[in-house]
């Protein structure tokens, strides 16, 4: 899913799915107390996911690189974990997501032409009604230069 921003040099694409995510033990899915990877949609919270059990687990999303890219740059947008975590792209940490920052964004360095991995692993727990996890979009921005 593609929006536009009210700021017209900024292209926004919705990595909402499909996902997979992989809880690392001991964190199980509560419904089949598995931790084998399941497919899923985002966005979602983790008390969705996983109830109050806390744990740690990884988001995985393959993408391709968006076309007709120039001299445009590059981020990763997350929104309001409310836990912490460390996102990667294609093997490379781009940084470390912080549990009391309502958003955090993270500078691409470059992009394959297919076949990009996105990996954000969070170290989650619900223990009240606060939301946690990657409850809200995780987006693709594509910034545009300024005067271009």
């Known amino acids: 899913m593609h929006s536009r921003s009210h700021d017209s040099n ?7 799915g ?3 995510c ?14 084998a990877p399941q497919r899923i949609k985002l966005p979602t919270s983790w008390r969705d996911l ?14 391709n690189s968006p076309t007709g890219l120039t001299s445009e740059t590059l981020w990763l947008r997350c929104a309001q974990v409310g836990c912490q975590g460390t996102i990667q792209l294609n ?7 912080l549990a009391a920052h309502p958003q955090q964004r993270f500078a691409i360095p470059a992009l394959q032409e297919t076949g990009n991995r996105l990996e954000i692993t969070l170290q989650g727990a619900s223990p009240d009604d606060s939301p946690r996890g990657l409850w809200q979009p995780v987006l693709l921005e594509i910034e545009q230069a300024a005067n271009g």
Request: aromatic share 12%; glycine share 8%.
């Open 50 to 63: 996983f109830g109050p059990h806390p744990g740690t687990a990884t988001f995985i999303r393959m993408f």
């Open 91 to 97: 093997g490379i940490l781009l940084g470390t997501l």
């Open 22 to 35: 992989i809880p690392q033990p001991p964190l199980t899915w509560p419904d089949t107390k598995d931790a």
């Open 10 to 16: 900024v292209h926004r694409i919705r990595l909402a």
């Open 18 to 20: 499909p996902w997979e």
